[in-house]
């Protein structure tokens, strides 16, 4: 894991965000203008919150991400096993 | 004074070729040294000194029974019997590079990797055509420790959680759907070293090197093996005149040997059903995920293939052994979603694999992917200029399949039409085929280890390989298995070998080696060779009179 950030990746980006894993998050975005820009359209789709900086509705959405896995709600696409509530959000940052 | 032995080979030094008469000063000898057209006399006579025939001469030994065993190869690796394993393939590497053609036989080249086959392995699956073993787990089970010790690895024991494992080792998967499991590594035992000595100090062995058996001699009426026809590079040829005789040349020439031997059956010797070389099965190991850790904390060592250096002991003491974690689905989950057996291992992809991969698994790149795949690809031309390593860690592991292969009859040895080897033996020709149960298990697998990984936050799964819409890859990597092709079974309708490994059909043929296996279960067949081959030892040891 690099904080150079050299992999170009936003859906891995996203997903390492959303689990709170900071590090690989910012890894996983490789140039500022386009990571920023990222985290903005997340904090956005994440409505009236602030976003990344709020550690709770990350914990949130990570407890509904791991109950869709448990429930079975995976969604495939791009070639990604995705919850439901993750998959939702990408269409949103039009990831997909 | 019985059985000196002499450091190196040499010719047969003595007349009376007979094991009974102890007058033999080398007991490993090049046949070259064989009066031409004599004929040796033994109670078992086995073709093929690797994992199998080796282990099983010393057991037979062990039981008081002369042993010829034939080695086709020398004491060190030759082109000119390396070529003796070349035949023609489909979806096949050349054989010649799966094969060690010398004393030791594939061990030689082994990777050492031991686990040995689950209870599922040996019953039959509804889901799974032609699966079910003849026998079940139990029969293999009392001769697995030994085969531990004879592979030089740790005690029988394959539960990760009665080895001394450090906290955090193990995967918090928190499924009873995918388990975590170890593989013990062997040194890797080198069998044509390790037993060299024990097998030269033995009065009752002797192993004729450079020596192929080219043809087995079927008696009129077909119910007995009469002699092995056997040949050297320099033209010498003899036979071998025994009791019984056990085929140990692995899964492509055990049934190559039968098939071959058509003079008085023009099917081959034990082929009245046409299953001689058939079921062909390996191991893949594909490339089949990308893995995203998400918890910076998991720590994923141990199931990383390479890990191997990691000694353990088992929290009861006794043995300690290499050990390694792979993944696994639980037999429910085989059950429920109609899968093969199945294990995976990871590997901590570089940047520039882990790019190829996705674009693999992403397909044709959009207008933005495009744009930043080639600003990717640019700055890692820049960042890695300056930089003393290739081939640096991107924090993604690869996950690598090694699956059970479904039994299928259309995977199957023949024998070529064109080519022959240095003997006159037609070549094999193997095709290799897969079945949509291949496939489906590793699309099954890596859904039930996305739910895993996602429910406890651990991690998310890409698909990097997408079989259903590009079919299977040209060149699939394999595991060097070859497995199922003279496949045990109770039934003379349905495999080639009865429950002891003895040919269907005939008195005083048998085959050993992972060729016997009816299903190979998703790992690594040498300890399960081991097992089998001292459990048909004792069984001969109290049939031969």
């Known amino acids: 894991m690099k904080e150079s950030g050299r992999l170009v990746d936003r859906r891995a980006a996203v997903i390492g965000l959303l689990a709170g894993c900071t590090a690989l998050g910012l890894a996983a975005v490789v140039r500022k203008p386009e990571g920023a820009e990222l985290v903005r359209q997340m904090r956005r789709c994440l409505r009236g919150t602030d976003g990344l900086a709020d550690a709770a509705v990350l914990a949130r959405f990570r407890a509904e991400a791991e109950a869709d896995f448990r429930a079975g709600r995976i969604v495939h696409r791009g070639g990604w096993y995705l919850s439901a509530t993750e998959a939702l959000l990408f269409e949103r940052l039009r990831l997909f | ?545």
């Open chain 2, 1 to 545: 004074m019985h059985g000196f032995y002499r450091t190196g080979i040499g010719p047969c030094a003595f007349g009376d070729l007979s094991l009974r008469d102890p007058g033999g000063w080398y007991l490993i000898v090049d046949g070259a040294g064989v009066p031409a057209r004599s004929k040796l006399s033994t109670e078992i006579c086995i073709v093929g000194a690797g994992a199998a025939g080796i282990t099983l001469a010393q057991a037979l030994a062990d039981l008081k029974m002369d042993v010829i065993v034939l080695e086709s190869g020398g004491l060190e690796p030759e082109d000119r019997a390396q070529d003796l394993a070349h035949g023609e393939t489909v979806h096949y590497p050349p054989l010649e590079t799966t094969r060690m053609r010398m004393f030791g036989g594939s061990t030689m080249h082994w990777g050492g990797w031991c686990r040995p086959l689950e209870a599922t392995d040996f019953e039959h699956r509804p889901w799974v055509p032609h699966s079910g073993w003849p026998i079940d787990r139990s029969a293999v089970l009392p001769y697995y420790p030994r085969a531990q010790e004879i592979c030089q690895v740790g005690e029988f024991q394959y539960d990760p959680e009665e080895w001394n494992l450090p906290p955090g080792t193990l995967l918090p998967l928190g499924s009873d759907r995918v388990h975590s499991r170890i593989i013990q590594f062997s040194p890797p035992t080198r069998f044509g070293i390790r037993y060299r000595a024990p097998l030269t100090q033995s009065t009752r062995i002797t192993v004729y090197l450079n020596t192929t058996a080219t043809r087995l001699k079927l008696a009129p009426g077909g119910r007995r093996i009469d002699g092995i026809a056997a040949a050297t590079f320099g033209g010498n040829t003899f036979d071998i005149v025994a009791k019984r005789y056990i085929l140990a040349g692995g899964g492509i020439d055990n049934p190559r040997l039968m098939l071959a031997s058509n003079d008085v059956a023009a099917a081959g010797v034990g082929n009245d059903n046409d299953l001689v070389g058939r079921f062909f099965a390996d191991h893949m190991q594909l490339d089949t995920a990308v893995l995203l850790p998400v918890d910076p904390k998991i720590d994923l060592r141990f199931y990383q293939l390479a890990s191997r250096s990691v000694q353990r002991r088992l929290k009861s003491g006794g043995r300690g052994a290499n050990l390694m974690g792979y993944l696994t689905l639980d037999k429910q989950v085989q059950e429920s979603r109609h899968t093969l057996n199945y294990s995976a291992n990871l590997f901590e992809l570089s940047e520039t694999d882990y790019a190829t991969m996705r674009a693999a698994a992403e397909g044709p790149a959009s207008g933005w992917d495009r744009l930043t795949r080639s600003i990717s690809g640019l700055w890692h031309q820049i960042s890695t200029a300056n930089s003393t390593s290739e081939n640096t860690g991107s924090g993604f592991y690869k996950i690598v399949t090694t699956q059970e292969q479904a039994p299928n009859p259309a995977s199957r040895v023949r024998l070529s039409r064109d080519e022959r080897d240095a003997f006159g033996v037609p070549r094999p020709l193997l095709e290799w085929r897969f079945t949509d149960l291949d496939r489906d298990t590793i699309e099954v697998a890596l859904d039930e280890l996305a739910k895993a990984f996602g429910a406890n936050s651990l991690g998310r799964i890409q698909y990097s390989l997408d079989l259903r819409k590009n079919g299977w890859p040209a060149n699939v990597p394999i595991s060097w298995h070859h497995c199922g092709t003279t496949r045990m079974s109770t039934d003379p309708k349905q495999g080639v070998v009865d429950p002891q490994g003895r040919v269907h059909g005939l008195d005083n043929l048998y085959v050993a080696g992972s060729s016997v296996f009816p299903t190979n279960g998703h790992g690594n067949p040498t300890l399960t060779i081991v097992a089998l081959a001292l459990r048909l030892a004792e069984h001969l040891g109290g049939t031969v009179t």
